[in-house]
């Protein structure tokens, strides 16, 4: 049983889409997260929610917009893609409201912008 | 603002070779700290976290990291490190007392162990 998992792990689309990533943790975690990592490797922090209230939103363009259902879901939905979004998006979770920071994550949705 | 700094961005080394990742962060106080590691191709995992008591964690796989409050810095070490051990490092932190929900990572360093 993964812990957190995404769908899809790859995703190839045209500039000008839009695209939608989904994230579910079964771990019972009260925080979910986005993290971008890009080309070179690095990661930093898009959105997070705590029981479906969005308690981060680092600057990110409008198009990006986090939709969280329940404490278990965090799903990314991005419009008219950028050749700039390419990356892979890391969903991650962690309990305790995020207080020792220790996160779980998912196996990344590798986005191609062409 | 608080930032984490990993000052060695490739490292090469041989198998059975010694290693030692510096991470360095940017502010004082209350932290939590991590070392994650990344597999190619593969997602972060754990390798080991500081959250108080004895400043030498150990981890999985054969790693531990320090802790030295005074210079700020987790520094991650194997005594001596295999084939597998090739992937990318991540030193992360979380300041407990700034209200800052999130971790932040450092730019990672990338280990190419060579048989």
């Known amino acids: 049983d993964t812990a957190v998992s995404q769908t899809p792990k790859y995703l190839v689309t045209q500039m000008g889409n839009d695209k939608s990533i989904k994230c579910e943790q079964n771990l019972g975690h009260d925080t979910m997260y986005w993290y971008k990592q890009d080309s070179k490797k690095f990661l930093k922090i898009m959105f997070s929610?705590?029981?479906?209230?969005?308690?981060i939103n680092e600057t990110v363009p409008n198009r990006f917009s986090p939709k969280s259902p329940d404490k278990a879901h965090l799903n990314l939905h991005i419009n008219s893609l950028e050749l700039g979004d390419s990356a892979v998006y890391f969903c991650?979770?962690?309990?305790?409201?995020?207080?020792?920071?220790?996160?779980?994550f998912g196996e990344g949705s590798r986005l191609t912008v062409l | 603002a608080q930032s984490v700094s990993q000052h060695n961005h490739h490292v090469i080394l041989s198998e059975a070779a010694s290693l030692e990742l510096g991470c360095n962060y940017s502010?004082?106080?209350?932290?939590?700290l991590f070392w994650y590691v990344q597999y190619p191709g593969q997602h972060l995992q754990l390798l080991l976290k500081y959250f108080s008591g004895d400043p030498l964690v150990k981890g999985i796989k054969g790693f531990e990291a320090e802790f030295i409050k005074s210079k700020f810095s987790f520094n991650l070490r194997k005594p001596s490190v295999q084939w597998s051990d090739t992937a990318e490092y991540f030193c992360?932190?979380?300041?407990?007392?700034?209200?800052?929900?999130?971790?932040?990572f450092g730019s990672g360093t990338r280990l190419q162990v060579q048989p």
């Open positions: 502010y004082g106080g209350t932290v939590n």
């Open positions: 991650a979770s962690s309990q305790d409201s995020g207080r020792t920071g220790e996160l779980f």
């Open positions: 992360a932190v979380k300041w407990v007392d700034t209200g800052r929900r999130a971790l932040t």
């Open positions: 929610y705590n029981n479906k209230e969005l308690i």
